[in-house]
Structure formats: C-alpha cells, structure tokens
C-alpha cells in the first residue's frame, strides 16, 4: 500500500479550475469518492462557466476528517482567498487566473497546473501576437505557492490515450497532497466502470510526472515538406537550384502551402516572384528567407472557397475527434457559426460579374438583404457537407474570380516598391516585406489589415521612412484592433 502522507490537516481544501469539457467535475467526484472511501466526510460544489474562457469554471470540494464527537462540520460553498490547501489547474492561463484570485499562497499551497496553453478567443482576436506571457505565470507559480508541479497535461493526455481529468487525478495523488493511498485513488476509476483502462493509464502518466521536476511542452518542429509528386519534385529541385540556402526551407514549406491551395502553376508563379527578390538579395538573404514566408501567406489569402475546403476536410474532422476524445463508436456533430457578407460571395465569382454586382446599388441592395445574418451550419450533415464541398470545388474558378484579380494586383504592387528599396537600401526592403502581417483573416478582419497596411504604405510613398520608423508603425497598427495609435502617429 502506498500511502500518500505530506498532508496531515484534519481539513483540506481544494479549488479546481478546468475549462468547459475537461472533466473538472468528474474529477471533483473521483476526489470525493476516495475521501469517503477512506471514512472522511467530503463535499462538492462548483460555478461552471462557459467553455472556452469566456467565463470562469471553478470547480471546490472540502473534506473533513470526522472528530468523534458525532458532530458535522459546516463546510463552505466556494474557495476562499488563502484558505486553499491544493490548486488544480487544467491549462496555463488556467493557473493564472487561480494565481489572481488569491487561491494559491506560498505559505500553504500545493499548486498542480498544466504547462500547456489553449489560447483564449481575445487572444486570436488581437492584430498582432495577444498571447499571454506564460513565463511571468510560471514564475508567479513558483513564488505564490509551498510547492507548484507543472508539466504538459495535454501531451500526457495524447499519450496516454486518455482524459485530462485522470491526467490531473493522478498529479493530485502523485503529489502527496492528500493523505489516502494510491490504491484508493485506483478504486475510484475502477468503480466509475467508464474507460477504465486508458483513464487509469492516464492517471498513472500524471502520477509520475507529478514527482518530475515543472517541465515546458515541447516546441512543435515543422519538418521540411518531402515532395510526392512529379511536379512538387520538379519544384523542389528549382528551388535548390535558384534560391540561396537560407531561405530554401521557407520557399519549400510555400510551394507545398500553395500547391495544396490552389495547383502547381500558382506554386510556380509564387517561385517566379521569389527569385525576383533574390536576385536583388545578398549574403545573409535574410530578405529572401522572410519574402518566401510573407509572400507564401499573401498568396494563399483566406475566401469562402479555402474555408469550405479546410472545414471539410477528412484530417480536420480527424483532429476534432482526437480533441474530443471521441470513440470509434460515437457519432460526431460540428456545427459552424458562418456568415459570409455579399462582398465576400461576389469576390467569388468571375471578377466582371462580381464588379457588376458590387457597383450597382440596386443590385446591391436586393441580394445583400439574403446575408445579413449568420447561420449556424452542421457541417458534418449531409446537406452541408456536400454544400460547402461545391464550393471548395471552385478552387479551379479562383483565377478568373475578382477577389483573385484584387489580390494578385496588391502583390504585385508590394513586390515592386519591395524590389524599388531593396536597391538602395535591404534594411527598408525587409520591414516592407513584413508589413504583410497586417493582411490576414477575412471579413472585417482583413479589411482592417488592408487599410493598416495600405496607411503605412501610403506614407512611405509620400515620405520615406527608414526601417526603424517603418516597424514603429507597423507594431503600432498591431497594437489594437481600432488603429488608433497608428492614426495618431501618422497624423
């Protein structure tokens, strides 16, 4: 029997924090069960919020170990600031947030939060990199608790083909947090009779990381795309043969990139582009490596057709049933919240009558009323599935499409004023290259992109800026998603 003893109180606290769908409840009720079994008095209690941080979801369970004197304890409803024996947190922000309400403290706490991040909506919402610094968390984690384990919860969950909420069960019992043997931990999955197997291999991956010093994920290594067809081959050998080596791996993950969104002819105009770039380069081709990134990402620009074909695709609908963790047995439903604007649908058809529609104000008017609202679509119906499959088909119309034509003209014009610069000075060239950042997304995202992008352009036409002035201005218009501080600095 193993015997979990670093906690001795007759009172223990704890705070779970999950984000909707881990299983923070189920853990709560494992707890639960392994105190009772033991003969402690325990209760459970949670405000869930919604999935996805767009509320809180805390999770607290309290045991007691009765006196003998046949009395009952009143036991609170919810956490209390300071007042918390062990935190489990599910995700890195997860931690944080414990760590702003107070729940975790130095003098008492056992802190057990996953290293991993799930970004937050407002986080992919923000024109520049919003991501949250997760050093500055991992380093209050450490100062505001007794002890803090930490380790990638998702990357154990992968491996072991399991939940994160046995993930996190068997952290808390490596931890040594609670006083109850191992084995009683083990009973109260059995006794669930669900997923037995993976949850307790699961549990036993956060065990023994548990007793591992706080470990980082893994950084994801992109490997270098192998090309599997005639042409792919052809194009990795002009790359070879025509770019210099520091920007070749960049160059073969755009061909790849582009190839896969429209054909190997599009691939091979987006090589043409590059090796006008190149020739204006020199050592260390810093400005080609980063215009076969910037250019690959502007060429494959986000319309309804590329969204159709990503939302469809069979790897996507695989990678949501290993996120849901669903069984081969179950049935799966995705259901999309769309709402493509009349814009957006002309600038799929071919460019003259998609012009023709959006100059005419009659026309205008009467097929604009058809979207203005969003739908939610089950993309995994029959119905759907084959509607957004018909317009993933049009990828062979996007060239004659007018969203096409508008692109490849903003292209060309970046290119030109890119080469114009890299003659007399790289150090521009390069800050004009990554200006693309500003044009991503689509809808009202990219139109804000665009006119950021087209506001620093414009500025640099009417008055050259150097590469300093150029980045202040571009970090400007990533900075908030109204350009306020952009407009102010250009006046």
Sequence with gaps: MTLNAAATSERLTIAILALGGQG??????????????????????????VAQRTGSTVYYVELAKPDGSGRLPVMAQMPMPGDVDVVV???????????????????RTTLIGSTHRIYAIGEKQAMGDGRGNGEKILEAAHQRSKRF??????????????????????ALAGSGALPFPTETFHAAIEHSGIAVKSNLKGFQEGFDLAQQPVAMPDETVHAVPVPTT??????????????PEAAQANAVHGVAKLMDYQDGSYASLYLDRLERISALDAAPFELTAEAARHLALWMSYEDPIRVADLKTRGSRLDRVRGEVKAQDDQLLSITE?????????????????????????????????FFTEGRHVETTSLRWFLALRLVAAMRT?????????????????????????????????????????????YGETFERGLR???RIIAEHRHQPRDAAEIRRLRDLALADDKSSSLMEAIG
């Design 397 to 441: 119309w996007r060239p004659r499409s007018l969203r096409y034509h508008e692109e490849q003209e903003r292209i060309e014009r970046w290119l030109g004023l890119i080469g114009s610069e890299a003659q007399r000075d790289c150090a521009v060239a390069l800050e004009l290259v990554r200006c693309q950042r500003l044009i991503k997304g």
């Design 24 to 49: 923070g409840g189920v853990l709560a009720d494992w707890i639960q069960e392994v105190a009772r079994a033991e003969g402690w008095l325990a209760q459970g209690t949670s405000v869930p919020g």
């Design 89 to 107: 947190a599910s995700e890195l922000m997860e931690t944080g947030r414990a760590l702003l309400r107070g729940f975790s403290t130095a003098q």
């Design 452 to 454: 950021n992008y087209e």
């Design 230 to 243: 005639v042409q792919g081959r052809a194009l990795a050998d002009r790359i070879t043969a025509s770019l």
């Design 337 to 369: 919240f769309m709402h493509p604007r009349l814009q957006e649908v002309c600038e799929t058809l071919p460019a003259g009558i998609g012009r023709r529609i959006l100059g005419s104000k009659v026309l205008s008017g009467f097929l604009g009323r």
């Design 149 to 170: 384990i930490g380790f990638d919860m998702e990357a154990a969950t992968d491996r072991s083909g399991s939940v994160i909420s046995a993930v996190m069960f068997g």
